[in-house]
């Protein structure tokens, strides 16, 4: 390991701070930083591109990915043990929130999923969620025995899925699936056995139909039926799905060039620089400008996973664990819905699509990776 | 209860949760190659149909329709032009509320229940996205200011400049000339590949007339302009641009002077007058009255004026000089004459006596002559001049309808004249075969002498009359009326030869003695005339008015009178013109046809102080074997009009 560790360095018992990195000194980890800034910057690139040139859109989201590198770089600094502490709060509150929502929320594009704050301004409680569930769920098995038993494998699912009703109730499929997601992962490593998670497979693959006709809204209909023939309507609901698949396929290997790219420069490519952004990436880089962009995603993955291995106690293990999955499931869902493989559900390219919460969202957890990563404690003997 | 204490296994579980974590990194992995599979299969695989995708996105590609060839006169005289008409369209993609936006127009200008449906079939019909749709053409100055004033309210709504057929003439050519109008989905079915391509850009056609006929020579060849335009059709720049061809200009042989003459001296009667030259086959006037404004026709006719064409009874959209089928009574005698003398059945020597009328040996059926009383001794100028029938019963009685037929087809009676114009009418040159095809009837003697003065099954057109007068002037050389000033349509037949080539002219000076001497039919016609002239005046029976059409007793009873018919030719020594009038119900031939066929050869034989001067042939090209015309087809319409007896 080429990275200086602090405690190691000041086993003598001398105070040899001046000694640290200063990566080491504000509890950073190198290798995952420069993975993510490298993807923001290659972000903001597209982005330029994707905006039609707007500078004013690239200084707003570097603000924000500012904002969130300030979020990432205070959670670092707390220990792991603070998240386990407060984890069953801001869950509760999340959930209370939540709640708030559905009954007082503000609605926005038919849904609603806002809470307007005096003086914060809009907020979405589900955004804090995505970290509240993992981190709740890992609380929830750090004390106990793992693999989990049948009672604490519902009990947790019970703390999974209470805010995914609400979430689905608002109604955010999407995001709700993302949450329930990212609760299930932790699940998943606490060691659920693999004969719960064949039984959990057949249930969703009966279950899934009946969704379809009985628990969807029209427009997710609309979506799913759409996913499955972009071509019923390609002037209407198809046109996303078939313009980012154009978008992609005339891209080829190299790609048109930076700034190039048709299909986003002349607007027939909706939502070119929010969720549909990869589609100018794949358009104006082509598949090397992907590959590129995927090896970088898979270093931050592995370094992620990396960290929950290396991590010290069940809590940090499993939260770790959780979150780079989820950055993973993020990266696959946005990516296979823009090439058509999946259907079309709101989630953004991480650190790449213009906007929102969910940036600064995700540089949280990557916060809390570096916490868990850099307040280890090691015995010498 | 107690539970069984469970101690937490630290090094089992990590053991556990590593097995997991191999787990979902060999989950990333497959999941990760699972999408560079898709992007490699959009991006390699799938390449070039997404690249044409994408280009069909962005480039359009326009045609630009040729500007249409003017059509002008022998000297010049433009006849067809090209306007400005202003057009308000409407791009309906970029209003959101479409009946609004189209109140709003309605507020500003007057929309007709025929623009909103044009529009509406447009709108509906299969088209490009943000493509704008011509709502209202033939804006006014006023219009377009009221538009552009409120243009901020009107979203998509613009106003173009696009040229428009125009005929600065109106009436006075409708018939020969014809007219475009738009461009219909049946006519590009009918056509080829390469022909649809070319009017890819094109909104007009020419339907009928000239405009018709030499659509290929005026139409141009169609240009391209491929540019980019975004995804609301705002086009950004031109990639490539091929000019289109303009097309030909088209001169015509006709004479603004000469067609003006024919139109004024027939004034409001309904009939027909066709002049030609003979020497060149130039069509000097060509005119059918009652008309109408081919201009009203261009941007589609309204209904109100469509119906009041189609219910007049004076048909006024009906072509007479080309379709119209009347006997020819009398003016068909001196070509009749020439039969007889070149079978050698009669000789100019040849008297007979006419009792005023004919009957055949045996049978008491008498055949009038016009003239109750008879003519006396009569022989075969007497006849032409006087127009004697009973000295034609007898002579074509004995000259038999088989060498009748093949001698008259020999003057394009019975058979088209080959004009440059569509759906002329063949006439009809009856025969043995013809009557039992058409009639399954035996051929009567009766037949045969009917035919022999013009009457019978025998039916010709204004057309046929004046182009038979010309061969019969220029001694048996074939002439096919020709329209354009440029071409040379090869004869259709062999020029006649008779055996005693002096009988061309002596039937001349028996046409010339028709209006020169003081006892033929047609006097009126050359008075004070300044040059010499041969005609033979005709009068042809009205045997029924269409059995659907209801007249007013006093109408029906002015219906039923004979056409005034003439055919004539001068000067007599070197023909220039032969002129061919038809009056309906006009009665007399003599002289009401006569002085209408006089004043188009005075407009064409008389300087501007009123002095003989023959105007010289066109230089025509030397004839072309193939005919580039298409098919010629017999339009049967309106034959049920007028008859034979």
Same mark, same amino acid.
């Given at each position: 390991m080429s990275q200086v560790d602090p405690v190691r360095t000041t086993d003598n018992g001398g105070h040899a701070i001046f000694r640290t990195p200063v990566a080491t000194r504000l509890h950073l980890d190198p290798p995952l930083l420069a993975a993510l800034l490298l993807t923001m910057l290659g972000g903001l690139a597209v982005l330029y591109s994707a905006s039609g040139g707007s500078l004013d859109t690239v200084v707003r989201q570097a603000i924000r990915f500012g904002g969130g590198l300030l979020v990432m770089l205070v959670l670092a600094q707390l220990p792991p043990r603070t998240f386990r502490f407060w984890a069953p709060l801001v869950y509760g509150v999340g959930l209370a929130l939540l709640a708030l929502v559905i009954l007082v929320g503000t609605e926005a594009k038919g849904a609603q999923r806002w809470l307007s704050l005096p003086g914060i /301004?809009?907020?979405?409680p589900a955004e804090l969620m995505k970290l509240a569930v993992p981190a709740m769920v890992a609380w929830f098995f750090s004390d106990r025995t793992l693999p989990p038993s049948k009672r604490n494998v519902l009990g947790s699912l019970v703390l999974i899925f209470l805010p995914t009703v609400l979430i689905a109730m608002q109604p955010d499929l999407g995001t709700a699936l993302l949450i329930a997601a990212a609760g299930l992962v932790v699940l998943f490593m606490a060691g659920l056995s693999w004969r719960l998670i064949g039984l959990a497979v057949l249930v969703l693959v009966v279950a899934a139909p009946l969704m379809y006709f009985f628990v969807l809204h029209?427009?997710? &209909?609309?979506?799913?039926?759409?996913? $499955? =023939? *972009?071509?019923?309507? *390609?002037? /209407?609901?198809?046109? =996303? #799905? #078939?313009?980012?698949?154009?978008? #992609?396929?005339?891209?080829?290997i190299g790609g048109k060039g930076w700034q190039d790219g048709t299909q986003s420069r002349l607007d027939f490519l909706p939502e070119s620089h929010t969720d549909f952004i990869l589609a100018v990436l794949g358009e104006e880089f082509g598949l090397i400008g992907f590959l590129l962009l995927l090896a970088v995603y898979l270093v931050i993955i592995g370094r992620g996973f990396f960290i929950s291995w290396q991590a010290q106690e069940t809590f940090s293990r499993l939260l770790a664990a959780a979150l780079t999955m989820t950055f993973f499931i993020y990266v696959f869902v946005n990516v296979g819905m823009v090439s058509g493989l999946? +259907?079309?559900?709101?989630? +953004? $390219?991480?650190?790449?699509?213009?906007?929102g919460t969910s940036i600064v969202t995700l540089l949280a957890s990557f916060g809390m990776l570096m916490s868990i990563h850099t307040h280890r404690r090691f015995i010498n003997f | 209860m107690r539970q069984p204490l469970t101690l937490k296994d630290h090094h089992h579980e990590h053991r556990l949760f590593s097995l997991r974590l191999l787990v979902a990194v060999a989950l990333v992995l497959v999941l990760s190659l699972v999408l560079v599979g898709r992007m490699a299969w959009l991006q390699i695989a799938q390449h070039s149909r997404f690249t044409t995708l994408s280009d069909n996105n962005r480039v359009l590609t326009q045609a630009m329709s040729p500007p249409r060839g003017l059509i002008t006169d022998r000297n010049g005289e433009i006849l067809a032009v090209n306007r400005p008409d202003f057009t308000l369209e409407l791009a309906?993609?970029?209003?959101a509320d479409l009946n609004d936006t189209l109140d709003r127009i309605r507020r500003l200008i007057p929309l007709t229940d025929d623009d909103l449906e044009r529009f509406e079939r447009r709108r509906t019909?299969? &088209?490009?996205?943000?493509? +704008?749709? +011509?709502? &209202?053409?033939?804006?006014?100055?006023?219009?377009?200011?009221?538009?552009a004033v409120h243009q901020h309210e009107l979203p998509g709504a613009r106003v173009t400049a696009s040229p428009v057929r125009f005929y600065p003439h109106s009436h006075l050519f409708s018939h020969v000339l014809g007219y475009v109008n738009r461009l219909s989905a049946e006519d590009l079915d009918n056509m080829t590949l390469a022909e649809q391509r070319n009017y890819s850009g094109t909104h007009y056609y020419g339907r009928t007339g000239v405009e018709r006929y030499y659509e290929h020579r005026l139409h141009g060849q169609v240009g391209y302009r491929q540019v980019e335009t975004n995804a609301r059709g705002r086009i950004l720049r031109v990639l490539e641009e091929q000019p289109p061809i303009p097309g030909g200009d088209l001169r015509l042989s006709l004479d603004l002077k000469v067609q003006q003459a024919a139109y004024d001296a027939l004034g409001e009667r309904r009939g027909a007058v066709?002049?030609?030259?003979? &020497?060149?086959?130039?069509? $000097?006037?060509?005119?059918?009255r009652p008309g109408f404004d081919p201009n009203l026709f261009v941007t589609g006719i309204s209904h109100k004026d469509y119906a009041r064409y189609q219910q007049d009874h004076d048909h006024p959209l009906f072509n007479r000089a080309l379709q119209g089928r009347y006997p020819p009574g009398s003016t068909v005698k001196p070509m009749l004459g020439l039969a007889g003398l070149d079978a050698g059945v009669t000789t100019w020597e040849r008297t007979i006596h006419d009792p005023g009328y004919f009957s055949l040996e045996g049978n008491p059926h008498r055949y009038r002559d016009w003239k109750r009383w008879g003519h006396g001794q009569v022989d075969m100028e007497k006849a032409v001049v006087q127009s004697c029938d009973t000295y034609f019963y007898d002579m074509g009685f004995r000259l038999g309808i088989d060498r009748m037929h093949d001698f008259m087809i020999g003057f394009s009676i019975g058979e088209a004249t080959g004009i440059d114009l569509l759906n002329e009418s063949e006439g009809n040159m009856p025969s043995r075969q013809w009557k039992r095809a058409a009639r399954n009837a035996p051929w009567f003697h009766g037949d045969t002498i009917n035919t022999s003065i013009g009457q019978g099954f025998m039916l010709t057109t204004p057309l046929q009359l004046v182009v038979a007068t010309a061969i019969l002037a220029n001694d048996g050389h074939q002439v096919v009326p020709t329209l354009a000033a440029d071409e040379t349509h090869p004869p259709r037949r062999p020029d006649i030869v008779l055996k005693d080539p002096q009988n061309w002219e002596r039937m001349k000076h028996a046409m010339e003695a028709v209006v020169h001497s003081n006892r033929g039919t047609g006097r009126v016609m050359a008075k004070d005339a300044r040059y010499h002239m041969g005609a033979k005046s005709g009068t042809a029976q009205v045997f029924s008015v269409g059995q659907e059409e209801t007249y007013n007793e006093e109408e029906l009873a002015e219906r039923m009178l004979d056409h005034a018919l003439i055919v004539s030719f001068a000067p007599v020594e070197n023909p220039a013109i032969a002129v061919a009038v038809m009056v309906e119900n006009g009665r007399h031939g003599g002289s009401v046809a006569g002085p209408v066929a006089r004043q188009v050869m005075d407009a064409w034989l008389l300087d501007e102080d009123g002095n003989p001067s023959v105007p010289k042939p066109l230089a025509r090209p030397p004839i072309q074997n193939a005919l580039p015309a298409p098919v010629n087809t017999t339009a049967a319409a309106h034959s049920t009009r007028t008859a034979a007896q």
């Open positions: /301004g809009r907020f979405q029209d427009y997710q &209909r609309t979506r799913v039926d759409t996913f $499955l =023939n *972009p071509e019923a309507d *390609p002037r /209407g609901a198809g046109w =996303n #799905i #078939i313009q980012s698949k154009t978008a #992609i396929g005339s891209g080829g999946l +259907p079309v559900v709101g989630v +953004p $390219l991480p650190l790449v699509s213009y906007g | 309906v993609e970029q209003s019909s299969a &088209r490009r996205p943000w493509e +704008p749709i +011509p709502l &209202r053409g033939r804006l006014t100055e006023e219009e377009i200011a009221r538009i066709v002049a030609i030259d003979p &020497r060149d086959g130039s069509v $000097l006037a060509f005119v059918s």
